[in-house]
C-alpha cells in the first residue's frame, strides 16, 4: 500500500471548481508533485514545489499543502481535464519516491 | 528540447532476459537523475527506481529490489532497466523520467518518456 493516500475518484461539473488530494505524514516535510495521465499517454507534470506550474501548463491548475494533505485544484475544469492525476514525494523510509494510488477525474 | 526516447515494445517468454532503454538528449545527462516507473495494465504508478549517470549512484524502491537492474551510459546518454528472468507479471508499461534531486524538498519527474510496453507471456 502506498504510503500517499488519494481518493479513488472525483467528478465535477464542467466549469466547476475541483480539489484532488493526497494525504501523507511525509507531506509535513516534503512537498507532493503532481501528474495527469490521459488514456494511452505518458504523465505530465502538473504542479511541483509550492505551487510551480511547468512551461505550458495552464493557470487553472494550482497546488497548495495544509498539514499533511496536499491538494491540486482545478479552477473551471475543462472537458480535457478528464483524466487520472497522481500525486508523488519522498516516503517516510527515506525511499526518494513514492507514488499515491491515483484519482480518476470525471468532468460532468 | 528535452526529450527522453525510450525502446520499442517488447514481448518475450517467462523465464527470459530483457533490457530497455532511455536515451535522453537536450539536457546534461549527468546531472539529472533517470527514474523507471511501472504501471501495470489498468493500474497506477509504481516507482522501480532511480539512477545518478554521473556516479551511477542508483537507489530502489524495496518492492523491486533484486528484481530490476537500472545503469546508465554516458557516453550515449542512455540509461537502462533490465531482468534476469522475466515472469509474466511483468507485463506491464515501463517509463523512465527526469527528476533533477532526490533530496530538494520540491523534487518531481519534469521530462518522461513516451513508455516501453513489455508483454511476457507463461
Known amino acids: 500500500s502506498s504510503e500517499l493516500t488519494q481518493d479513488p475518484a472525483v467528478s465535477v461539473a464542467l466549469g466547476q471548481t475541483v480539489r484532488i488530494t493526497c494525504q501523507g505524514d511525509i507531506l509535513r516535510t516534503y512537498y507532493a508533485s503532481w501528474y495527469q495521465q490521459k488514456p494511452g499517454q505518458a504523465p505530465v507534470l502538473v504542479i511541483y514545489g509550492k505551487n510551480n506550474r511547468p512551461s505550458g501548463i495552464p493557470d487553472r491548475f494550482s497546488g497548495s499543502t495544509s498539514g499533511s494533505t496536499a491538494s491540486l485544484t482545478i479552477t473551471g475544469a475543462q472537458a480535457e481535464d478528464e483524466a487520472d492525476y497522481y500525486c508523488?514525494?519522498?516516503?517516510?523510509?527515506?525511499?526518494?519516491?513514492?507514488f499515491g494510488g491515483g484519482t480518476k477525474l470525471t468532468v460532468l | 528540447e528535452v526529450q527522453l526516447v525510450q525502446s520499442g515494445a517488447e514481448v518475450k517468454r517467462s523465464g527470459e532476459s530483457l533490457k530497455i532503454s532511455c536515451q535522453a538528449s537536450?539536457?546534461?545527462?549527468?546531472?539529472?537523475?533517470i527514474g523507471w516507473v511501472r504501471q501495470m495494465p489498468g493500474k497506477g504508478l509504481e516507482w522501480l527506481g532511480i539512477?545518478?549517470?554521473?556516479?551511477?549512484?542508483?537507489r530502489y524502491s524495496p518492492s523491486f529490489q533484486g528484481q530490476v537492474t537500472i545503469s546508465a551510459d554516458k557516453s550515449i546518454t542512455t540509461s537502462y532497466l533490465q531482468w534476469s528472468s522475466l515472469k509474466a507479471s511483468d507485463t506491464a508499461m515501463y517509463y523512465c523520467?527526469?527528476?533533477?534531486?532526490?533530496?530538494?524538498?520540491?523534487?518531481?519527474?519534469?521530462?518522461w518518456g513516451q513508455g516501453t510496453l513489455v508483454t511476457v507471456s507463461s
Open positions: 523520467a527526469r527528476r533533477k534531486s532526490i533530496v530538494a524538498t520540491d523534487a518531481a519527474f519534469d521530462y
Open positions: 539512477i545518478y549517470p554521473r556516479d551511477s549512484d542508483t
Open positions: 508523488d514525494s519522498r516516503d517516510s523510509s527515506d525511499n526518494p519516491v513514492v
Open positions: 537536450g539536457y546534461s545527462f549527468s546531472t539529472y537523475w
